[in-house]
């Protein structure tokens, strides 16, 4: 006979079977629970890259910092302004601007002309107009090059027998060029923005100069020497202005093989006589305390972190930028989209008020006091951004925030604007430049774009003749002497 179980064992049994059992479930549970959750994680994760894909996919012009140049034919147009009403052209009592008569002294040439007979009756017709009907044609001459030979004697002593050459009379160029052609050279590239080979061409159609690459080269480089000096005494000048604009772009400088150029950035820093331009190998605060030195004063910039060595009380952020982020906002989401029109609301109320003040309608003392609400509505609205659940807004609004006083500069400061415009118009002729001849090859091309930017850009602030000056510093570089000083004139320093 089979022996029984006692019952106690036979539930104790059952009570270990299920117990396992249910340490089983717990463990596929939770292994369950963990699968869930990290698929849930992933997924998450795969949603905010696909956000940040397609607020990157989106950006253009409007609402990022990307050039207009880069905008896809799907980017939605600028808002338009509304019809004035006006036909196009000059408006009725608007001042016209017409070409004056050059006085008698500055006319080469004067020739009479005198009706031989009578419109009316034919007759002919005799005497002087004592105030003749004046009409001036100005022309430009056929344009050709002066070659000039130096025929150098050697000739040998009579008593020692040594040979002795001639020397070049003083001023004269040891190379093939004059310094007026050696200035045009560096005036095509630095101003007309023409490219090496373009130059070539160039000379060789208006002036009949046969020039090679290589010899083009060679004569910037000359020019690049002759300036330096004052180029360098310029930059000292930027370091000691009150106010000053900077703005970087991208640059290329080294061999043109494919994969071997070296990036690199080309900064500008403006003030209000003298600009100067400067190419370096960084973009961050290396290359910002490269440009501009020991400088104190107020300086006007976007929100690049290069720029946060400066104290945020002497900075000045753009607001151009802001604007542009403001409108990114109101494109990135439904949660953002109405802190991002409020903000835009906020800053085109500044700016309408601003505009009053530069056209002396407005007094500043006024508008600051009108500035105050708009500020506290824009600093409550970024801190409503910095919560709002889109974490690309949030994030920039916390970056904004902390620049808070530098949004604000303009306003207590006479002579800062409150964009970046001015630095972003002067770099604008280089980056036409760098597009054209794609950068530099060399640090000695490089030293050459920045010196003659710098000598164009102020020149021009100061109303001075760029072609007389390169001319000039020329000149001096071959008898030793230094270029004419970029700083402008003490008339000029004081009436700032």
């Given at each position: 006979m089979e022996r029984e179980e006692p019952a106690g064992d036979i539930h104790a049994s059952c009570r270990q079977i299920i117990a396992a059992l249910k340490a089983e479930n717990d463990e596929l549970r939770h292994q369950l629970h963990e699968g869930v959750t990290g698929q849930q994680k992933q997924i998450d994760a795969l949603k905010t890259e696909i956000a940040l894909l397609k607020a990157r996919l989106n950006q253009n012009s409007r609402n990022s910092s990307k050039p207009p140049s880069s905008d896809p034919p799907s980017t939605p147009p600028r808002a338009s302004k509304p019809p004035s009403g006006r036909q196009p052209g000059g408006q009725s009592g608007h001042e016209g601007y017409h070409r004056p008569l050059l006085p008698p002294d500055q006319v080469n040439e004067f020739v009479v002309v005198k009706p031989g007979r009578c419109r009316h009756c034919r007759k002919p017709l005799k005497g002087e107009d004592p105030d003749p009907v004046r009409h001036q044609v100005t022309e430009l001459p056929e344009l050709a090059a002066q070659t000039t030979e130096y025929q150098r004697h050697r000739l040998r002593c009579d008593g020692c027998g040594h040979a002795t050459l001639a020397?070049?009379?003083?001023?004269?160029?040891?190379?093939?060029?004059?310094?007026?052609?050696?200035?045009?050279?560096?005036?095509?590239?630095?101003?007309?923005?023409?490219?090496?080979?373009?130059?070539?061409?160039?000379?060789?159609?208006?002036?009949?100069?046969?020039?090679?690459?290589?010899?083009?080269?060679?004569?910037?480089?000359?020019?690049?020497?002759?300036?330096?000096?004052?180029?360098?005494?310029?930059?000292?000048?930027?370091?000691?202005?009150?106010?000053?604009?900077?703005?970087?772009?991208g640059w290329k400088e080294g061999n043109a093989t494919p994969g071997r150029r070296k990036k690199a950035w080309l900064w500008v820093a403006v003030t209000r006589w003298v600009t100067v331009f400067l190419i370096h190998a960084r973009r961050g605060t290396e290359g910002a305390r490269a440009l501009l030195g020991r400088f104190a004063g107020h300086l006007v910039t976007d929100r690049w972190n290069a720029y946060n060595a400066w104290p945020v009380r002497k900075r000045q952020i753009c607001w151009a930028h802001l604007i542009r982020d403001f409108v990114g906002f109101m494109e990135r989401g439904k949660r953002s989209a109405p802190i991002g029109a409020a903000l835009l609301r906020q800053a085109q109320k500044m700016f309408s008020l601003w505009h009053r003040v530069r056209d002396g309608t407005l007094a500043r003392s006024t508008f600051r006091i009108y500035l105050g609400p708009i500020r506290r509505r824009v600093e409550r609205l970024l801190r409503r951004g910095s919560r709002c659940g889109e974490s690309k807004t949030e994030g920039m609004c916390v970056m904004i925030l902390k620049l808070a006083p530098a949004l604000w500069t303009f306003a207590r400061v006479e002579g800062v604007e409150p964009t970046n415009n001015t630095a972003e118009r002067t770099v604008r002729p280089a980056v036409l430049y760098r597009k054209g001849c794609f950068g530099t090859q060399s640090a000695a091309g490089s030293r050459f774009v920045e010196r003659i930017f710098t000598v164009v850009a102020t020149l021009r602030q100061q109303g001075r003749n760029v072609m007389d000056y390169l001319t000039i510093a020329c000149a001096r570089a071959q008898v030793g002497k230094r270029a004419p000083s970029l700083l402008p004139r003490p008339s000029q320093a004081a009436a700032a």
């Amino acid at each position: 006979m089979e022996r029984e179980e006692p019952a106690g064992d036979i539930h104790a049994s059952c009570r270990q079977i299920i117990a396992a059992l249910k340490a089983e479930n717990d463990e596929l549970r939770h292994q369950l629970h963990e699968g869930v959750t990290g698929q849930q994680k992933q997924i998450d994760a795969l949603k905010t890259e696909i956000a940040l894909l397609k607020a990157r996919l989106n950006q253009n012009s409007r609402n990022s910092s990307k050039p207009p140049s880069s905008d896809p034919p799907s980017t939605p147009p600028r808002a338009s302004k509304p019809p004035s009403g006006r036909q196009p052209g000059g408006q009725s009592g608007h001042e016209g601007y017409h070409r004056p008569l050059l006085p008698p002294d500055q006319v080469n040439e004067f020739v009479v002309v005198k009706p031989g007979r009578c419109r009316h009756c034919r007759k002919p017709l005799k005497g002087e107009d004592p105030d003749p009907v004046r009409h001036q044609v100005t022309e430009l001459p056929e344009l050709a090059a002066q070659t000039t030979e130096y025929q150098r004697h050697r000739l040998r002593c009579d008593g020692c027998g040594h040979a002795t050459l001639a020397a070049l009379p003083e001023g004269v160029s040891a190379g093939a060029f004059g310094p007026r052609l050696q200035a045009m050279l560096a005036y095509l590239s630095g101003q007309a923005h023409l490219s090496k080979r373009q130059i070539e061409e160039l000379l060789s159609d208006a002036f009949g100069v046969s020039i090679s690459l290589g010899s083009v080269v060679a004569a910037q480089q000359a020019v690049s020497e002759a300036v330096a000096a004052s180029v360098e005494e310029a930059k000292a000048y930027v370091e000691h202005q009150p106010v000053a604009y900077a703005d970087e772009t991208g640059w290329k400088e080294g061999n043109a093989t494919p994969g071997r150029r070296k990036k690199a950035w080309l900064w500008v820093a403006v003030t209000r006589w003298v600009t100067v331009f400067l190419i370096h190998a960084r973009r961050g605060t290396e290359g910002a305390r490269a440009l501009l030195g020991r400088f104190a004063g107020h300086l006007v910039t976007d929100r690049w972190n290069a720029y946060n060595a400066w104290p945020v009380r002497k900075r000045q952020i753009c607001w151009a930028h802001l604007i542009r982020d403001f409108v990114g906002f109101m494109e990135r989401g439904k949660r953002s989209a109405p802190i991002g029109a409020a903000l835009l609301r906020q800053a085109q109320k500044m700016f309408s008020l601003w505009h009053r003040v530069r056209d002396g309608t407005l007094a500043r003392s006024t508008f600051r006091i009108y500035l105050g609400p708009i500020r506290r509505r824009v600093e409550r609205l970024l801190r409503r951004g910095s919560r709002c659940g889109e974490s690309k807004t949030e994030g920039m609004c916390v970056m904004i925030l902390k620049l808070a006083p530098a949004l604000w500069t303009f306003a207590r400061v006479e002579g800062v604007e409150p964009t970046n415009n001015t630095a972003e118009r002067t770099v604008r002729p280089a980056v036409l430049y760098r597009k054209g001849c794609f950068g530099t090859q060399s640090a000695a091309g490089s030293r050459f774009v920045e010196r003659i930017f710098t000598v164009v850009a102020t020149l021009r602030q100061q109303g001075r003749n760029v072609m007389d000056y390169l001319t000039i510093a020329c000149a001096r570089a071959q008898v030793g002497k230094r270029a004419p000083s970029l700083l402008p004139r003490p008339s000029q320093a004081a009436a700032a």
